[in-house]
């Protein structure tokens, strides 16, 4: 009972951090067809920009908050200078969101060195929690917290706000939107700046979780692909329910098969793919 | 000169040198890269068929080159598959095999769908060589591949292998060109232009992206084996999507929907990373800025862009007819 207990728990924070990076790509590619793949490379600056500021005396929050906001100029810049213009042709976003994952690892790489660091969490959630023989980390539950709390905020912006309303509008017929004189640009400022910002902020976040090494941003692409599979590309519930899923898939399957602890994760999304290629909850492709 | 003769002056001084440059003592860590040139050009080509003919931007096609590698290694190594054309058919039906299965799963969906669902395959599939330890090796792969002879030719010479896989990129080049001028090419094309008004047609669609993803694992697969007989080994990395985005980058720098241009795709990527990498160690980052510029700003790749400047340096402007873009 224990080990299904700690599996899940460990399995459900490494989903909620997924979830940061895969509620940016899902939202990015339902408004404005760009498949990002620089998002996981986007939580890995994140991660390099806010463990440097934890270095230099700054607090923890804040400095993941900086992290974030960095991550997201720098994703603004690219996306006005260079994505903007290639927002309905997805062949040459991808190419050129791929290229921007070469140039940032390597810049990654040449600022921070190839040591993995190890990032701490901040003092007061280092310790562990113990029920019985049950023992698990503190900060697991404030990582599932945190990124639910963001995703309440998406969902409420999204559902709430005129704002959202506009995006939901642009995601369901670009052309109609515009039309109606919906500011669909602003949406694609707006939504691409959110996914970035998300992205990098959950890189410090998730440190004490997944540290940070180069190669790290390749790792989680997969992972953040498979949940937008699960959950439907396009759906933001969908990526929550899929990072879960991918989140305890991934921790069951590697504590029980290790062997095949990735067939575990992949095949089940294959086979999702094969008989509902629209995923959980995603509209018809 | 007309564009014809142009044409034939080129591939006739390229073969020649081709053919001769391992006799005019050039060093052999040079006719080695050229070797691997020579093996990733195939597997960008078969790239190329797949994305700049039908529009499938597969993801998957280091999994299909690294089965192929796989198969021959593992046939060599337990089952005493040790000739040529043997391990050759080995490998190339193990890469058919894996895209007659991927293609039922990815061809279920069209566009970004198939590129999303060709990285989770590739996983697999590296999944699998990563951590199957007993059958694949694990993290530190197969070792001991004997390259085989080729009839009575022994190929453990360097020149020698040279020559077989110039033989096949040339036979690749051959029978692609060829395939993607003959009216199946040409529906190809219209698969991937206009899918709704082919299948108007009475065309059926999904069984010519699958026959083209069957014709296109061969040639991945011939690249593998030949791969693996190269190195002498093969690890999980062959078959990562760090290998896939390489084939891909090496297919874009070329020009999409050419054939022959990935092989300049090819030459780049090799001898920049080999060169680059002994000036700098930021060689990901210069090759990752030229990715991006040509992406940006030649998409039609190099066989557009190094005509284009060298008319350009000797004063004559010759308009450019824009290379097609899926």
């Not at chain 1, 113990?130 to 998406?154: D, H, N, Q, R």
């Not at chain 1, 902020?201 to 498979?226: K, N, R, V």
């Amino acid at each position: 009972m224990q080990f299904y207990i700690q599996n899940a728990l460990g399995g459900l924070a490494y989903g909620s951090l997924l979830f940061l990076i895969a509620s940016g790509l899902t939202l990015i590619f339902g408004l404005m067809r760009i498949i990002n793949l620089a998002q996981t490379s986007f939580y890995l600056l994140g991660a390099y920009i806010g463990l440097t500021l934890v270095t230099h005396g700054w607090n923890f929050w804040l400095a993941s908050v900086a992290g974030g906001v960095v991550t997201m100029a720098l994703g603004l810049a690219v996306y006005s200078a260079f994505l903007h213009r290639y927002h309905a042709d997805p062949l040459t976003s991808l190419l050129l969101t791929l290229g921007l994952t070469l140039i940032l690892d390597d810049g990654i790489l040449a600022l921070w060195g190839g040591d993995p660091h190890s990032i701490a969490p901040p003092a007061i959630f280092a310790g562990s929690l113990s029920f019985g023989t049950l023992v698990f980390p503190v900060y697991w539950l404030v990582v599932i917290g945190i990124s639910f709390t963001i995703a309440a905020i998406l969902f409420l912006t999204l559902q709430r706000t005129m704002l959202g309303v506009m995006i939901r509008a642009a995601v369901d017929d670009e052309e109609m939107a515009r039309g109606l004189g919906v500011d669909v640009n602003r949406a694609f400022y707006v939504v691409f700046a959110a996914g970035a910002l998300i992205a990098g902020l959950g890189g410090l976040l998730g440190g004490p979780i997944t540290s940070a090494y180069p190669g790290l941003d390749g790792e989680l692409t997969p992972l953040a692909f498979a949940v937008v599979i699960v959950g439907g590309m396009g759906s933001l519930g969908g990526a929550l329910a899929g990072s879960l899923i991918i989140g305890l898939v991934n921790a069951f399957g590697k504590a029980l098969f290790p062997e095949l602890s990735y067939f575990t994760i992949f095949v089940p999304v294959a086979l999702i793919m094969a008989f509902r290629p629209q995923g959980l909850f995603g509209r018809k492709l | 000169m007309s564009a014809r003769r142009r044409w034939v002056m080129t591939i006739v001084a390229g073969a020649a040198v081709a053919l001769l440059l391992p006799h005019l003592g050039v060093p052999t860590f040079f006719v080695s890269l050229l070797t691997q040139t020579w093996i990733i050009a195939i597997a960008a080509m078969s790239l190329d068929l797949l994305i700049g003919f039908v529009g499938l931007v597969n993801f998957s096609q280091a999994a299909l080159f690294g089965v192929g590698a796989y198969a021959v290694a593992i046939g060599a190594t337990r089952f005493h598959i040790t000739g040529f054309a043997s391990g050759m058919v080995c490998g190339i039906i193990a890469a058919v095999v894996t895209a007659a299965l991927f293609g039922l799963v990815a061809l279920r969906a069209e566009g970004p769908g198939f590129i999303i669902i060709t990285i989770a395959l590739n996983q697999i599939v590296w999944g699998l060589a990563y951590q199957w330890v007993s059958v694949s090796g694990g993290d530190n792969g197969i070792t001991g591949i004997v390259r085989p002879p080729l009839g009575s030719i022994d190929l453990s010479s360097n020149t020698a292998y040279y020559y077989v896989c110039l033989a096949a990129f040339a036979l690749t080049l051959a029978v692609l060109m060829t395939v993607v001028r003959s009216p199946y090419g040409l529906v190809l094309k219209g698969v991937r232009d206009t899918p709704r008004r082919m299948r108007a047609l009475g065309y059926n669609v999904w069984f010519y992206r699958y026959s083209a993803l069957l014709l296109s694992s061969v040639f991945a697969g011939t690249a593998g084996v030949l791969f693996a007989w190269y190195n002498q080994f093969v690890g999980p990395v062959d078959l990562s999507l760090d290998q896939s985005t390489q084939f891909l980058i090496v297919t874009i720098l070329g020009g999409l929907g050419t054939i022959y241009g990935q092989l300049f795709g090819a030459l780049v990527v090799i001898f920049l990373s080999n060169e680059l990498s002994s000036i700098t160690q930021r060689w990901m980052l210069v090759l990752g800025v030229i990715y991006f510029a040509i992406v940006l700003y030649a998409p039609g790749g190099l066989v557009v862009l190094v005509p284009r400047l060298w008319d350009r340096l000797r004063g004559k402007r010759i308009a450019i007819v824009p290379a097609e873009r899926p």
